[in-house]
């Protein structure tokens, strides 16, 4: 079995539990929104990711505060937070993004397996400000219905692919942003040449593209910025350096390999 599969029977379980509870679908504290750093950005804007674990690496930073790292993250000059609030897989919890929401004043992304609005009301509930919608997890029907549910939470949807058929699939919800994951969730490899193949689909220039996952230097986001990508979605790069000005100025340099030489 895939691990999307695995990761989706496991979030079917967490949806009956989350049904049998009240949501309050607002939150007090008004953020600025994504698109609009994106807008008034002229750098690589950098979704930064908080990730103690995944399935692909197993254990990656069990011991972060996570309220620490997004500060650090804010100060460095992240644009946005994304926070993995998948337990099982990912060692995450809603606990985290509320924890975060309280610290820091950037958008918030709950990086998060969506199947269901409840869930949505949830992430809104505890101050996130972007939800994930992943195409492969989705039906069409579903993903339509998610996305129209979180724009009237009034929230922004990073909508999420991984090959020409989703991208297609969610071309027909002209998205205003799009994520571009260059991890094959079968295979784990990361491979920067998907965001440079499936970049090339989106024809509307004001479209956010966002090259997510196996970004670890200048040239990856070199790569992804002459793609078109106006941002990175950063998890294990970020948790794993001991020095996050630098690796933030590298990233945010994006040069070819042979210009440093
Ligand atoms: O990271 C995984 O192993 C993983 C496995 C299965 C589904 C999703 C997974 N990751 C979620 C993400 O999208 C990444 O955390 C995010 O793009 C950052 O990736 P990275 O910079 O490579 O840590």
Do not use: W
């Not at 979030?11 to 750093?37: C, D, G, M, W, Y």
């Not at 930073?61 to 994304?82: L, N, T």
């Amino acid at each position: 079995m895939s691990i999307l599969k695995k990761i989706i029977l496991e979030k079917e379980k967490e949806v009956v539990e989350l049904k049998k509870r009240e949501f309050n679908k607002t939150h007090p504290k008004a953020i600025s929104s994504f698109q609009q750093t994106v807008e008034n950005s002229n750098n690589m804007n950098i979704i930064s990711e908080i990730k103690r674990a995944s399935p692909s690496k197993g254990e990656i930073r069990m011991d972060v505060d996570p309220v620490e790292q997004a500060k650090q993250y804010e100060a460095a000059g992240a644009s946005a937070i994304s926070v993995l609030t998948d337990r099982s897989f990912f060692n995450g919890s809603m606990d985290d993004l509320r924890a975060v929401r309280e610290a820091v004043d950037l958008p918030i992304l709950c990086k998060d397996f969506i199947i269901d609005s409840v869930q949505i009301d949830q992430a809104k509930e505890a101050g996130a400000n972007i939800i994930l919608l992943i195409a492969a997890a989705l039906t069409d029907e579903q993903l339509q219905q998610l996305y129209q549910y979180a724009c009237e939470l009034d929230l922004e949807v990073l909508c999420e692919v991984h090959n020409e058929e989703e991208m297609h699939r969610v071309l027909l919800l002209e998205p205003e942003i799009i994520g571009i994951n260059n991890r094959n969730l079968n295979t784990f490899e990361v491979d920067i040449k998907t965001t440079e193949k499936l970049a090339a689909m989106v024809s509307n220039p004001s479209t956010v593209l966002v090259s997510e996952s196996g970004i670890r230097t200048g040239e990856d986001v070199y790569r992804a910025k002459e793609s078109g990508a106006r941002a990175i979605l950063v998890g294990e790069t970020l948790m794993r350096s001991d020095n996050l000005v630098d690796t933030f100025r590298e990233l945010q340099l994006a040069v070819k390999e042979e210009e440093v030489r």
